[in-house]
């Protein structure tokens, strides 16, 4: 899944996001996407792309961000242990193996992404960092930038 930024703000504008360039950092383009109505600075979608302008990595935020599946399984502005059981109960009907974060969240194998939580007020929910490996399952999340972790 090859994509560069400007189908990505292509893809995202159907849906009603607007594009807020958020500067550059070494090596890497942030793009924020936010709506009209995105009532916080804090955006319902970052995106960070290469220096050649191919997307990387796609956070999306717990409160804001819009629901995000995988395999069936509802990801975005969830209780986390709610969520833990749902990926573990895939893992255990398709044979898949699972993983956890350094936070000590839980994933399955395969799914390029990796699960966090984040508060909203008194209560925590999930949010989701995705990234794009390819061929190469060796690639994790331990070379996003260092701003996708300050939300986490």
């Given at each position: ?136 399952h060796s690639v994790m999340c331990d070379g996003a930038p260092n701003a ?5």
């Amino acid at each position: 899944m090859d994509m560069h930024q400007e189908e990505v703000i292509a893809a995202l504008a159907v849906h009603g996001f607007t594009t807020r360039y958020d500067g550059y950092s070494p090596g890497w383009d942030p793009v924020r996407f936010t709506k009209k109505d995105t009532p916080t600075s804090q955006a319902p979608v970052e995106c960070y792309f290469h220096e050649d302008q191919e997307l990387a990595y796609v956070l999306v935020d717990g409160r804001l961000g819009p629901q995000v599946t995988c395999e069936g399984i509802r990801l975005i502005g969830r209780v986390p242990s709610q969520l833990a059981q749902e990926m573990e109960a895939h893992a255990l009907k398709y044979d898949t193996g699972l993983r956890f974060s350094p936070t000590g969240d839980l994933s399955c194998d395969g799914f390029q992404l990796e699960i966090g939580a984040q508060r909203a007020g008194d209560y925590v929910m999930s949010c989701a960092l995705f990234f794009v490996a390819g061929d190469d399952h060796s690639v994790m999340c331990d070379g996003a930038p260092n701003a996708v972790w300050h939300r986490w």
